[in-house]
């Protein structure tokens, strides 16, 4: 019979498996993160294992997932322990021991307050994903969210996370506690800046004295996240039995690489994040902003032409010479010159180096996996390479070819009655089924206020680009994509 991952198997693993260098019966619980999909248990859980080993201390994780129990029902048999599988020139395997409870918060809403209200309680981390913080194109708190609606007419039950980490606070502040360091780790620019304006707006709608006290008292490092993580599929699951002799619900997988810079603010203390490699800085906007631009948005341009080329993976695209091509030209020509470098940084060793993650052969990352919620990331990873390119009166041709390949993604999605992973979904679904190729189609997607702020649709050179672009990738298939990419 096949033994699982648990406390009691750990010992039987080979050698070749790493496993958490401290007590994690001793160590208590300190962080509460919101979103523990593949992401931060490949990332930030992984950080924390590290400053354990290295420092002790109570700081182990309360991971709460707002919606599903997947995760929970993966890893509350195994302790909250899993494999984390690291994948380059060498495969390395390792158990993470960081994380100590597993919630499912509709089904657990008493425990996730009661965990947050809790003194030990000192940080809140979040990986929800741009959709999970309900903004406005302009950034602002969107108090016509659904959840954000929900949750100002039924504060002590909420559902949104900007609702739970408030319901938290407002407890602690209740009972004279000190409030916890909110930290988001979602590819946004300025996250923990976003997330602190959004937090202090809703506070302030329930109660006036908690918004100003949460903006106060509160702190929002905002933060850069990197590290290629690819969805666990059945291969990993195996992998990791044959490596580990023990079979695991739920491993991980991801790059070797990996990178975490937090900005130096924390109000309630924090694990020694930083002797496990994590760069502690006052200018975190520098890194965010190079990484979004320079990682995220070609990966996306990637996703959508790459994908409309017929690619499955990041890898697959690489060996294509047109979109290779087509990709550095992006980068380097179009968006390095927008990149302030963060200190000490080479910018085009940066880039080369991004290209090489992108080449890896040892991960295959679904292009499909990338392509959700575009609506959310572009604006996020191009909009400003465009508005800055704009401003300085620079061509556009390249960051637009992407934004029309989302559109005909979207209409071939619809074309296909295939359905989007995206919460526009229902509009652009039926945006994309009314288009005919025509530059009509552009404006159908320009009119989509939540994406595109004003200033941006309205521009008309912006317009222009994306007629442009739109035109050059024909019916969308895979030779129109080719010499597309190819001719700019
Ligand atoms: C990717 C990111 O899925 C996506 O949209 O661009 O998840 C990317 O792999 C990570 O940000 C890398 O750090």
Not at 201 to 214: E, I, M, P, R
Not at 251 to 271: K, L, M
Request: aromatic residues 6%; hydrophobic residues 45%; contains cysteine.
């Amino acid at each position: 019979m096949t033994a699982h991952l648990s406390p009691a198997t750990l010992p039987t693993l080979p050698q070749t498996v790493a496993r958490p260098g401290y007590d994690r019966a001793v160590c208590g619980i300190g962080i509460v993160h919101f979103g523990p999909g593949a992401f931060h248990r490949a990332h930030q859980a992984v950080y924390t294992d590290d400053a354990l080993a290295l420092d002790g201390g109570d700081w182990t994780i309360s991971a709460v997932s707002l919606k599903s129990p997947g995760v929970r029902d993966a890893l509350v048999p195994q302790d909250g322990l899993y494999t984390l599988v690291t994948l380059d020139r060498t495969i390395g395997h390792r158990v993470i021991g960081s994380i100590r409870e597993v919630l499912c918060a509709p089904e657990a809403q008493s425990h996730v307050l009661a965990r947050l209200a809790a003194p030990a309680t000192r940080i809140v981390t979040i990986t929800v994903t741009e959709k999970g913080y309900c903004l406005t194109a302009a950034g602002e708190l969107d108090t016509s969210h659904p959840d954000i609606v929900h949750d100002l007419a039924h504060p002590e039950t909420p559902v949104s996370v900007i609702g739970y980490v408030v319901a938290g606070l407002r407890r602690r502040r209740a009972v004279g506690l000190p409030p916890y360091t909110v930290i988001s780790c979602d590819n946004m620019t300025d996250n923990g800046r976003r997330l602190g304006r959004a937090t202090a707006q809703y506070a302030a709608a329930l109660d006036a004295d908690l918004g100003a006290w949460v903006r106060e008292y509160v702190a929002f490092p905002s933060t850069m996240v990197d590290s290629i993580t690819p969805a666990t599929d059945d291969a990993l699951r195996q992998r990791v039995l044959d490596a580990t002799g023990v079979a695991d619900a739920w491993p991980i997988q991801r790059e070797a690489f990996t990178q975490w810079v937090i900005e130096d603010r924390f109000c309630n203390g924090r694990p020694a994040w930083d002797k496990a490699g994590v760069i502690l800085t006052t200018d975190v906007g520098a890194f965010g902003r190079a990484k979004l631009r320079l990682l995220n948005g070609p990966h996306s341009a990637l996703a959508y032409l790459g994908g409309l080329a017929g690619a499955e993976t990041v890898a697959d695209a690489m060996t294509t010479p047109e979109l290779a091509g087509f990709l550095e030209r992006l980068m380097l020509q179009d968006v390095l010159p927008t990149v302030t470098p963060p200190a000490g940084y080479d910018l085009a060793q940066y880039a080369g180096q991004i290209l090489e993650r992108f080449r890896n052969p040892a991960i295959r990352h679904l292009l499909a996996q990338i392509a959700w919620d575009g609506s959310q990331k572009l604006p996020y990873r191009l909009f400003g390479v465009i508005e800055e390119r704009l401003g300085q009166g620079l061509s556009i041709s390249r960051p637009a070819l992407v934004v029309a390949g989302w559109m005909h993604f979207v209409r071939r999605r619809a074309a296909e009655g295939a359905g989007l992973t995206d919460p526009l979904a229902p509009t652009l679904l039926d945006i994309g089924g009314r288009c005919d190729g025509t530059a009509a189609d552009v404006d159908r997607f320009l009119a989509l206020e939540v994406m595109f702020a004003p200033a941006l649709a309205t521009d008309t050179r912006f317009r222009a680009a994306l007629i442009d672009a739109y035109a050059r990738l024909g019916n969308g298939g895979r030779d129109a994509v080719l010499a597309a990419v190819a001719a700019l």
